[in-house]
């Protein structure tokens, strides 16, 4: 029978102390003697005595979350667990544990019955813990994790304790799991396969808008570029005293929308409508001159002296705006309910960064203050700019190049490369070389310098991740600072300080300044603000990066028919050999693309890339010349009649390679490898209007079947039509649409637009 042994801490912490240990910042590591002599103090005394165990390296942000976690009874347990797996995890890794440990305990002390851990050494709790649900996939890792720590680290350290001292320490132990309990019990497949159906089911929803997607990502980041050179434009007006504050002004702009309760592609609609604004640019000093009868004499005293908030430095320009919120930009409600900030709460969208969505806290509550006084709309351009620019690049890496947040957030402007390979067109080469232009980051799993991988950088995504390079070396004297990876990253304990792009405000020892995953899935909110996508089932679907890296996956795999292995290789998986449980090292890996060398495979995803760009180009290779057909034999010649539609066609581009049509291969309508392209949107409304017709005469003979599969071929040039328009739309707004591309339709002999 286990006895029952009294597990909470030997001392407690006094009022003193914890105010103390509050004012203690766990993640400076310029305090790390302090925090040292906080946590001695805190430890009780029979734990300071645990055999082989140097308390002083434990990580500093373990020790602050396990002082604060002092109130719960088996912090002892939790404690000795932690420092038997200090020397076996990685820094990052420990403090996970220590949090999901801590977590469950308390969930099964407040819910699950649960009153002394050696109840844990039988079954009824953790049975009741399961009993009646699929658990959920943060459940289970809770319990991988406790598993993890009780059995892998905490049993081999007890092995190693003489008889005498087991018989003193095994009370404070984590007792085992059930054997089994996670594969069983937990019904580890089981969750794994609805977290798996669950992210399918997304992606079956997203993958058909993928087109879409990379569209609206370029329409909104043009739309709030066109609003901030707007207002520097009149900030610099101002400065020099060609205007006067206030100044209002009409603000002219257009704005897209999609339709939601589109059934197809071809319902979707990227509705344009043009929009005028009624703005007025105020500095501080002038608004609070104009509204006396809301600012006590003293504000109005320091705002006439210009100090304090209203000093020179201080006084910065912003924007007022009149009229319905949905006309101000895809963000105006957020704006006008003052959503966009750093506070918490499950409407709010901010990031931990200061001046990026949303102002500095200072300027945010200056802002908070006088719409609650005036009740106006007020905002500042620059961060809702500066926002949308760091989110449009982090969604076009995703959705360009499938990176996990770990690998969007190593981007550097040091691991910049450019890799000479072959260009390919359709999976073939055009006997052209070209350079592709890639970041050498760490992808998941990996930890040493020498295992970093490629990943490719696409044009849209290198104009901006050049403006923000741009931006930051403005705002930090021509260099782009280094920053120290986010403490809390998944690969916080394999990264160095580097000039990474995804950061802001930096502190001057670049401690703090780089993103967070938290400001990433912040930032994809605030820039996806307004898409209501829902699965079939009616849950809303959070787009986030994960999800787009499924869903680009996805897209390239079954949309292009790009081969598997550019896939693996695009995702940066680790390979396995068939029948092994074993991941391949970097060699093996290497071996297992044999057939794909790295090069080649570049040069496919870049081609995956290549209609996702605006500088989309036509293929360099051509069918042979009808002289040239004629001259081959007839097997040589029937091949070529395959083959001849590879790269451009009359839709757009063809991605099979070789034609998987035995016949009808003329304009490659309702085919899965077809990659429309906006420059044939002529002849695909054209098509479109024969079609239709042929369709017609087949209803006029009685030929139903034949009627049915026109009106199917009909149907896939809607949906070919509609991705065209908006690659038009997009590219006209963005103002790079080539001229010979803007000129307006010709009409057809009965007036109307072909």
Known sequence: MTPEVDTRPAR??????????????????????????????????????????????????????????ADLPEVVAITLAIGCAMDGVKPKTLYMYCIQV?????????????????????????????????????????????????????????????????????????????????????????????????????????????????ELVQLRKQAAERLIKEFRRLCVLATRGEITLPYQFDYVDRQFSVSEQAMTLADVQLIEQPVTLILTLWNRTEWVKSHPDLYTKDVQRRAERQVEAYAPGRNAYFLQYEGPSTYLLWCGDLIEK????????????????????????????????ARRL????????????????????????ALTNGSRVSELLQVSASRFETIVVDELKNQQPTGRKMGVLVQKLLPKG???????????????????????????????????????????????????????LFQWAATPDGRLGHFTAQDVAQLLRFLFHGLTLTT???????????????????????????PAEAIAYLLHHRVRWEGSSAALTIPEATAYYSRLPVAQLLALLLEMQSPLSPEQG??????????????????????????????????????????????????????????????????????????????????????????????????????????????????????YLPFADTLPSIQDEEGEAL
């Open 102 to 214: 801590t977590n469950l305990l308390r969930r099964l002390r407040r819910s699950y019955g649960m009153a002394t851990l050696a109840e844990l050494t039988e079954r009824r709790v953790w049975d009741t813990f399961v009993e009646g649900r699929l658990i959920s996939s943060g459940d289970l890792n809770m319990l991988k994790r406790y598993e993890t720590l009780a059995c892998v680290y905490q049993r081999p350290y007890f092995e190693t304790l003489s008889e005498r001292q087991q018989a003193f320490w095994k009370p404070y132990l984590l007792p085992r799991l059930p054997r089994g309990f996670c594969e069983k019990q937990a019904q580890q497949q089981a969750v794994i396969a609805a977290t798996e159906a669950r992210r399918k089911e997304q992606s079956d929803i997203i993958v058909p808008l993928f087109p879409l997607l990379v």
């Open 374 to 397: 005036s009740g106006a709309i007020l905002f500042d351009p620059e961060p809702l700019y500066r926002g949308t620019l760091f989110a449009a690049a982090l969604a076009t890496l």
């Open 536 to 562: 079939r089932a009616g849950e809303p679907i959070r787009i986030a990066p994960h999800l787009l890296r499924h869903v680009l996956a996805t897209h390239a795999r079954t949309a292009l028919n790009i």
């Open 12 to 69: 407690s912490c006094s009022g003193e102390m914890l105010d103390r240990v509050s004012r203690l910042h766990f993640n400076n590591p310029k305090e790390r003697a302090d925090h040292i002599q906080a946590f001695l103090a805190w430890l009780p005394p029979m734990l300071k005595t645990a055999p082989g165990i140097d308390w002083e390296r434990l990580p500093s942000n373990v020790m602050g979350y396990l002082i604060r976690a």
């Open 618 to 735: 036509r293929s360099y290779l051509q069918a042979p010349s009808p002289q040239t057909l004629e001259q081959m034999d007839e097997a040589l010649r029937t091949q070529f009649e395959r083959c001849g539609l590879i790269g451009p066609t009359v839709l757009g581009f063809c991605s099979a390679g070789t034609c998987i049509r035995p016949d009808n291969r003329g304009i490659c309508a309702n085919c899965p490898y077809l990659v429309p392209h906006y420059s044939n949107l002529l002849k695909a409304k054209t098509w479109r209007r024969l079609y239709i017709l042929q369709a017609k005469l087949h209803d006029d003979q009685g030929h139903a079947i034949d009627a049915e599969q026109a009106r199917k071929v009909v149907q896939s040039l809607d949906d070919a039509i509609r991705i065209m328009e908006i690659q038009m739309r997009t590219r006209q707004d963005g103002g």
């Open 446 to 500: 990996y930890q040493h310098e020498s295992e970093r991988q490629f990943f490719l950088i696409s044009d849209m995504a290198v104009r901006h991740l050049k403006e923000i390079a741009e931006m930051l070396q403005a705002a930090h004297g021509g260099r782009i600072p280094k920053v120290s990876p986010e403490a809390f990253g998944n690969k916080a304990d394999d990264l160095v300080a580097e000039p990474y």
């Open 338 to 369: 003052q959503l966009l900030g750093q506070s918490h709460g499950h409407e709010m969208i901010g990031t931990r960064r200061s001046g990026v969505i949303s102002p500095a806290r200072a300027i945010t509550q200056w802002f908070l203050w």
